[in-house]
T-cell receptor, first 114, second 110 residues
Framework: DAGVTQSPTHLIKTRGQQVTLRCSPK?????VSWYQQALGQGPQFIFQ???????QRGNFPDRFSGHQFPNYSSELNVNALLLGDSALYLC?????????????FGPGTRLTVL | GQNIDQPTEMTATEGAIVQINCTYQ??????LFWYQQHAGEAPTFLSYNVLDGLEEKGRFSSFLSRSKGYSYLLLKELQMKDSASYLCAVRDQAGNMLTFGGGTRLMVKP
């Protein structure tokens, strides 16, 4: 049973550039959430996708956008990169109908902005 | 909004018991999760509480008091591999968003 996968593992960009991160949810899951984790801090919720739509959004600017595809995989796009965007970006998947709705996390993409 | 507090660091001895506390102030509540995160790795699920009381799962137990906005994670018979960060997270009323505390870095010493 494949867990949550993310690509790429690491990425280095310069200020002002744009980046796209990818996530494939755990088999059977239909909901994808994205989190940003700065070094030494807890993850912060960016947004969640369900049925190919952004269902809920955290306190992040419009530079952060996303997409969910019919196969439930998802992309996170960040435009006009800032130094402060350097972080570990985590994708988590879950199954909507479960009461527990536990979120399973992928290994993350480490983004460095120079 | 949500505010979640937990100690930044704790140290304990192999074989001992440690309790990691988490307090929260939230505008909505639909469950509290504990995750373990080893350095450079993804968070992994440990426990879930939505009703008051204690949930036991092997060497790990988690307690919740909704009226006090308080939870703790209890780790028994500590092993060196338990050295990690422990994240407390509250789920919002809609059931979609997890708000995490800053994490508690636990160091287990021989």
């Amino acid at each position: 049973d494949a867990g949550v996968t993310q690509s790429p593992t690491h990425l280095i960009k310069t200020r002002g550039q744009q980046v796209t991160l990818r996530c494939s949810p755990k088999s059977g899951h239909d909901t994808v959430s994205w989190y940003q984790q700065a070094l030494g801090q807890g993850p912060q919720f960016i947004f969640q996708y369900y049925e190919e739509e952004e269902r809920q959004r955290g306190n992040f600017p419009d530079r952060f956008s996303g997409h969910q595809f019919p196969n439930y995989s998802s992309e996170l796009n960040v435009n006009a990169l800032l130094l402060g965007d350097s972080a570990l970006y985590l994708c988590a998947s879950s199954l909507e109908i479960l009461a527990n709705n536990e979120q399973f996390f992928g290994p993350g993409t480490r983004l460095t902005v120079l | 909004g949500q505010n979640i507090d937990q100690p930044t660091e704790m140290t304990a001895t192999e074989g001992a018991i440690v309790q990691i506390n988490c307090t929260y102030q939230t505008s909505g509540f639909n469950g509290l999760f504990w995750y373990q995160q080893h350095a450079g790795e993804a968070p992994t699920f440990l426990s879930y509480n939505v009703l008051d009381g204690l949930e036991e799962k092997g060497r790990f137990s988690s307690f919740l008091s909704r009226s006090k906005g308080y939870s703790y994670l209890l780790l028994k018979e500590l092993q060196m591999k338990d050295s990690a960060s422990y994240l407390c997270a509250v789920r919002d009323q809609a059931g979609n968003m997890l708000t995490f505390g800053g994490g508690t870095r636990l160091m287990v010493k021989p």
